[in-house]
């Protein structure tokens, strides 16, 4: 089957700029995670969706970051505007169904560089 | 809150060394734990997990067990080959399912 799906793979922008990523999870799969990594730390999870609504979002930086998953299936996340500090990798997961023991699929993740 | 600790790399074997690394957590109840793991040029991808106390997680040779006593998941494999030259996450989901926390990740360098 395929993966996750992610784009871009790389993003430069300047601070106080407007970026946008997309996700395209597993056939099937139920649950989506939004996953932030910075350099030299492990991932830290932004969002979580269940079909198209929202599971838990208590670390999402809600006054610069917002994410959507229409129609259950693909998923966008926003940072609007960016800070320096947003420089990292942005991954997308998924699983088939929510629960903490269920196997995450990772995508490739998206490089975001602010400057 | 919860959280997970895992040992600092990198770490350098020669080819069949015996490989720990070590993955201590805190957490409210009994959380699942994981090992994932990241090939290079590659995305992340479960390695193998324990979802309670006293589990033994167990995938490509390597293992890791649950202990409740200790609050650790460490994980180790008897002899260790080139191709396991990655980096290694140590991870756990609440009690709820709902939150996720990865270690900062270990880099296993294994060298002929």
């Known amino acids: 089957e395929a993966g996750v799906a992610q784009s871009p793979r790389y993003k430069i922008i300047e601070k106080r700029q407007s970026v946008a990523f997309w996700c395209n999870p597993i056939?099937?799969?139920?649950?989506l995670y939004w996953y932030q990594q910075i350099l030299g730390q492990g991932p830290k999870l932004l969002i979580q969706f269940q079909n198209n609504g929202v599971v838990d979002d208590s670390q999402l930086p809600k006054d610069r970051f917002s994410a959507e998953r229409l129609k259950g299936v693909d998923s966008t996340l926003k940072i609007q505007p960016a800070k320096l500090e947003d420089s990292a990798v942005y991954l997308c997961?998924?699983?088939?169904?929510?629960?903490?023991?269920?196997?995450?699929?990772f995508g490739p993740g998206t490089r975001l560089t602010v400057l | 809150g919860d959280s997970v600790t895992q040992m600092e790399g990198p770490v350098t074997l020669s080819e069949e060394a015996f490989l720990t690394i070590n993955c201590t957590y805190t957490?409210?109840?009994?959380?699942?734990l994981f090992w994932y793991v990241q090939y290079p040029g590659e995305g992340l991808q479960l390695l193998l997990k324990a979802t309670k106390a006293d589990d033994k997680g167990s995938n490509k040779g390597f293992e890791a067990t649950y202990r409740k006593e200790t609050t650790s998941f460490h994980l180790e494999k008897g002899s260790v080959q080139v191709s396991d030259s990655a980096v290694y996450f140590c991870?756990?989901?609440?009690?709820?399912?709902?939150?996720?926390?990865f270690g900062t990740g270990t880099s296993l360098t294994v060298i002929p």
């Open positions: 056939s099937g799969h139920a649950t």
């Open positions: 991870a756990l989901s609440d009690r709820t399912g709902n939150q996720f926390y």
């Open positions: 957490a409210t109840g009994y959380p699942s």
């Open positions: 997961a998924s699983s088939r169904r929510e629960g903490g023991d269920n196997e995450q699929f």
